[in-house]
Each structure stands twice: as structure tokens, then as C-alpha cells.
């Protein structure tokens, strides 16, 4: 028996979508925010014996 499909409406809100130039300032803070407060925070000097792995660097990357 064939089924069917009706469009219907979904509680889920569309996607945001921002601006390159939004993307950018945003990014920019967040690079900011890394490096004043992470980086002296976090990274420290290599130890003596490094057997196991330390904390070098951060960084941000912008998701979808």
C-alpha cells in the first residue's frame, strides 16, 4: 500500500546563518579571549622528563 507524505511545519527553528564579517569579529574575540586568558593560564613549560603529553598551544575553529 503506497504512503503518503504531507508537508508539515517542525518546532525546530532554521539554522542562523551570519555574515563572513560576522564570522570574522566573532572569531577574532574568541582568538583574543585564547590568547589573553588560556595561553598563561594552561600552557606551561615542557617538563624535565617528558614521558606523557602537555598542554603547547590552543586555538578556536568556527563550527558549521
Known amino acids: ?10 518546532g525546530i527553528p ?7 564579517w560576522r ?3 566573532l572569531k577574532a574575540r574568541a582568538d583574543e579571549f585564547v590568547n ?4 598563561p593560564t ?3 613549560p615542557p617538563p624535565k622528563d617528558p614521558r606523557f ?8 575553529k568556527w563550527q558549521r
Open 1 to 10: 500500500m503506497p504512503v503518503e507524505w504531507a508537508w508539515m511545519r517542525t
Open 36 to 39: 589573553d586568558f588560556y595561553e
Open 53 to 60: 603529553n602537555y598542554v603547547v598551544d590552543f586555538s578556536t
Open 23 to 25: 564570522k570574522e569579529s
Open 14 to 20: 532554521p539554522k542562523c546563518k551570519l555574515t563572513k
Open 42 to 44: 594552561f600552557v606551561k
